[in-house]
Nanobody, 118 residues
């Protein structure tokens, strides 16, 4: 069982930056792949960025060169650094975890709101 708690959301002006954090419980954090998802009002939840248990990263096209996912296994934490934020980045951001041997995310945080004003 993994429990995830996000923090770091808030209100920021377009062009600004935020860093989201996701703290995980449990002693096996390093064996999990992690992802950041987001859901905007009226839209489906979508994957934004992912990081494997080995540190390999992947991004969707619309956040490449703006967002960076990283992890600190000593702190059981995954981060999402967001730069050059746009109003269309406004959403609830969720972190999620999956065992490295699976493709489905099993564990989810409660989400943190990110609002980007124009």
């Amino acid at each position: 069982q993994v429990q995830l708690v996000e923090s770091g959301g808030g209100l920021v002006q377009a062009g600004g930056s935020l860093r989201l954090s996701c703290a995980a419980s449990g002693r096996t954090f390093s064996s999990y792949a992690m992802g950041w998802f987001r859901q905007a009002p009226g839209k489906e939840r979508e994957l934004v960025a992912a990081i494997s248990n080995g540190g390999s990263t992947a991004y969707v096209d619309f956040v490449k060169d703006r967002f960076t996912i990283s992890r600190d296994n000593t702190m059981n934490t995954v981060y999402l650094h967001m730069n050059s934020l746009k109003p269309e980045d406004t959403a609830v951001y969720y972190c999620a975890a999956r065992p490295a041997t699976t493709t489905q995310y099993h564990y989810w945080g409660q989400g943190t709101q990110v609002t980007v004003s124009s």
